[in-house]
């Protein structure tokens, strides 16, 4: 059962990598990025093939199984990336909305009736 | 006061024009916000509108509000009127705003009572809305999400929103709530033609989760 779940995180972490390649191809993020991405992929395998290397962050953390730890650890990940990109859409979505109202603002056209109001 | 309406308008080419002939018997000068409308709604407004603005993609009412009133304000108007674009207000009722304004009201805000045809349901969440509203920020607003409303340039200034959607009016009365501009409510008719457009209840559960969002932030 850990054998599988460990070739299923191995396959997907292996994936992830090729998207960062990928993604770095098609000149989306830049090399630093794709770096940072396979870096933190790989160390994902590692893990997953060695998981023993945890033992002394479990012991403490006081967490009894390796599982665990990891399961903590992803979900610690997830809601800091999820809550980086919400704060980064928020930033982009304020941008858009200055720029879109700004531009309706400069180019408003005016009909001849108004001018003599 | 040099006072100018303004006009929200998104998909409205069927009603926009319309209301536009009515707003023109006013005599005061309109400006129409096309909030990003893939259907003819420019072409028809253009015809009309004394000013007509357009966001080149939808961003919602609010935002819509907001581009209106920053125009009118910079072009020398004292104060706004907000007019919704569909026909539900009557013409009629634009003197009350025009009047209160006059006699120094810095905020107006319109008020449907229940025996112009609002519907029941509609009815029962707006005035649920109002009470906890006036629970948390101790302003009672009898009509929060009627959009026939008029404000002068000083209070838009303080009390400037970030809802870009039909959170909106909740909003600027939560944002009321904290000045202390002088404001009255005056009674509207409504003509309900649309059940699809305007506020759903996904819209009335998002604007309830921000009520206490803002409860927290402003």
């Known amino acids: 059962m850990i054998i599988g779940l460990q070739v299923t995180a191995i ?23 794709m770096a940072s991405w396979t870096i933190i992929w790989i160390a994902t395998i590692l893990i997953t093939v060695f998981p023993e290397v945890l033992r002394t962050y479990a012991q403490t953390f006081a967490v009894s199984r390796l599982f665990d730890l990891m399961v903590v650890g992803g979900f610690i990940l997830v809601i800091f990336m999820v809550t980086t990109a919400y704060m980064k859409i928020k930033r982009l979505e304020k941008k858009v909305e200055d720029f879109i109202r700004k531009e309706a603002i400069t180019n408003v056209s005016t009909s001849k009736q108004s001018k003599n109001k | 006061m040099k006072i100018a309406i303004i006009i929200p308008a998104y998909n409205e080419e069927d009603r926009i024009g319309e209301t536009l002939k009515g707003l023109l018997k006013i005599g005061l000068p309109m400006v129409v916000v096309d909030d990003g409308s893939k259907d003819r709604t420019s072409l028809v407004a253009q015809k009309h509108a004394d000013y007509f603005l357009k966001h080149r993609i939808n961003m919602g009412k609010g935002s819509a509000m907001k581009t209106g009133a920053e125009f009118a304000f910079k072009n020398g108007f004292e104060a706004v009127i907000y007019f919704d674009a569909d026909g539900q207000h009557s013409t009629e009722d634009l003197s009350k705003f025009i009047d209160k304004l006059n006699d120094g009201y810095e905020i107006i805000l319109g008020t449907r009572t229940y025996s112009y045809d609002v519907p029941l349901v509609r009815y029962i969440g707006n005035k649920f809305a109002s009470l906890l509203v006036s629970l948390l920020f101790g302003l009672y607003v009898s009509d929060l999400i009627c959009g026939f409303r008029a404000l002068t340039k000083n209070a838009y200034k303080q009390i400037i929103w970030e809802s870009k959607g039909y959170g909106v009016e909740t909003e600027m009365a939560v944002r009321i709530s904290k000045t202390k501009l002088k404001m009255c409510e005056v009674p509207v008719k409504t003509i309900y033609l649309d059940s699809v457009k305007g506020v759903t209840l996904l819209d009335a559960f998002n604007i309830l989760f921000q009520v206490f969002k803002w409860r927290i932030e402003i």
């Not at chain 1, 396959?11 to 990025?33: K, P």
């Open chain 1, 11 to 33: 396959l997907f972490a292996l994936l992830m990598i090729y998207f960062a390649v990928l993604h770095f191809r098609r000149r989306e993020i830049t090399s630093m990025e």
